[in-house]
């Protein structure tokens, strides 16, 4: 499917660059156009995975790219098991060699194997705000540690409703939870909403 959508993407720029050298234009504004075309192709991608509040626009695009390692463990968090979302971590793991986007993955991975001493170790090396605040806060939610669970380190609007979020679930205080995690998704954009929602909704069914 995606060599085909390659395949009509070329086509239609051979033949828009065909129309606009039978209609006499200029090969220095024909170039200009087919940036413009790049610069707004990139600008939506961007927009999707970073600022959209679309959740289909999202959607789509994790479905489309899924075998990507970063796709692929979003599309595991929304249709796939406990065991597929691993899986997509692991492999990540091993593709990303950036210490920050490793350990972060690993993080997420041993969090979820409810292994706290070696997301503990994780989190000391991601070596990355937000992520390492971010984590260790994650973590400080699911020992009950109330004061270590907040700090000012989590600038992103979304971040500390997701971390109360979390210490809600970890409480069984569904209400509090609901109300954290809608607040958390509501300050959310783009992916990171995405992953939220799927997230959260799976976490409603240990309350």
């Not at 350990?103 to 090396?125: P, R, S, T, W």
């Not at 994650?138 to 609007?157: F, H, N, V, W």
């Not at 954009?189 to 069914?205: A, D, S």
Request: aromatic content about 12%.
């Amino acid at each position: 499917m995606k060599i085909i959508k390659l395949t009509l993407f070329y086509l239609v720029i051979f033949i828009l660059a065909l129309l606009l050298s039978l209609a006499g234009v200029r090969p220095s504004i024909s170039l200009g156009i087919f940036i413009l075309i790049a610069i707004a192709m990139i600008y939506r991608h961007i927009h999707i995975v970073f600022w959209t509040n679309n959740m289909k626009l999202v959607d789509k695009l994790v479905k489309d790219r899924k075998k990507h390692p970063f796709f692929s463990y979003l599309y595991a968090v929304a249709y796939g098991t406990k065991e597929d979302q691993i899986h997509s971590l692991e492999t990540a793991i091993v593709k990303y060699k950036q210490p920050a986007i490793k350990y972060n993955y690993k993080f997420i991975k041993v969090i979820m194997e409810e292994n706290l001493e070696e997301a503990k170790d994780a989190a000391n090396k991601i070596n990355k705000e937000l992520l390492t605040s971010y984590a260790k806060c994650y973590i400080a939610a699911l020992e009950g540690r109330t004061t270590d669970m907040r700090s000012d380190q989590l600038t992103k609007p979304w971040m500390q409703p997701a971390i109360e979020a979390v210490y809600a679930s970890t409480m069984k205080n569904e209400a509090a939870f609901n109300q954290y995690q809608k607040e958390s998704i509501d300050f959310a954009r783009g992916v990171q909403k995405y992953v939220l929602i799927h997230t959260f909704e799976q976490m409603k069914t240990d309350l």
